[in-house]
């Protein structure tokens, strides 16, 4: 699948002090020391635990599409994940480098190193795979792959690879906006579900989506 390679080839608390525990009535106690005031702390302290919307389908149709986007959103994200670091790995050494020229010599190494390592990978992607990864790299990113190409290569080339991808009914424009489109709103459900049961590597997304507030919308809507 070349459109789907393609985007890979141009992507390329602070710590509280505290004291040691010292005996007080023959119970030993933790002790913080917060600006100044010593408190003592006997809470135990625990992961923050989001409770997530109850899922309901009420065909079975429904639960199989829902079974299916969760099997190719799971199977993609960890490209999307990728290209979010490339690219920010990618602007921070952009930034360091002072000539036009050594800029370009180093977006053409870091797309070529992408190519390699992940390019027959992607190949094996389907259709809609595809499509859920555009959306994806914009959730992580916050540029779609179009702008992504354009100010990575020029605007010739993503101009040029869109209209190769739309052969496939792929558009690199799609943006991710789980509030305009039910099938985003299920992705995002999927990878907070899969963040949270440990499938999958959570990585901040330029944009953080209240899934309850998009439950309710979609049940309005419904």
């Known amino acids: 699948m070349k ?19 010292f005996e007080k009535d023959s119970i030993s106690e933790k002790y913080l020391i917060i600006v100044g005031d010593t408190i003592s702390n006997n809470s135990i302290g625990l992961n923050e635990i989001f409770i997530l919307p109850k899922l309901k389908f009420t065909t079975l149709d ?10 190719k959103t799971i199977k993609v994200y960890p490209y999307a994940k990728l290209a ?13 480098l002072k000539s036009k020229h050594s800029k370009k010599k180093y977006a053409r190494m870091v797309q070529k190193f992408v190519e390699e390592e992940f390019a ?11 499509q859920i ?15 992504l190409i354009k100010s990575l290569r020029s605007s010739w080339r993503a101009y040029w690879y869109n ?17 305009l489109s039910e099938e ?16 999958l590597d959570y990585q901040k997304s330029y944009k ?11 049940k309005l809507i419904k």
């Open 84 to 96: 979010s670091e490339r690219l920010k790995l990618l602007n921070m050494r952009m930034q360091l």
């Open 133 to 147: 990864l555009i959306k994806l790299i914009h959730r992580q990113t916050g540029d779609t792959a179009f702008d």
């Open 184 to 199: 985003d709103y299920l992705i995002e459900d999927i990878l907070q579900r899969q963040f949270q049961n440990g499938r």
């Open 208 to 218: 953080e989506f209240d899934l309850y507030k998009l439950s309710k919308k979609w």
């Open 163 to 179: 209209n190769f991808a739309k052969l496939f009914k792929m558009s690199l424009k799609t943006p991710f906006d789980p509030l």
């Open 3 to 21: 459109p789907i390679s393609y985007l890979f080839f141009w992507l390329p608390f602070f710590i509280l002090g505290q004291n040691p525990p």
């Open 62 to 71: 429904s639960r199989r599409r829902y079974l299916i986007l969760q099997r």
């Open 120 to 130: 027959e990978k992607l190949k094996r992607n389907t259709v809609t795979e595809g």
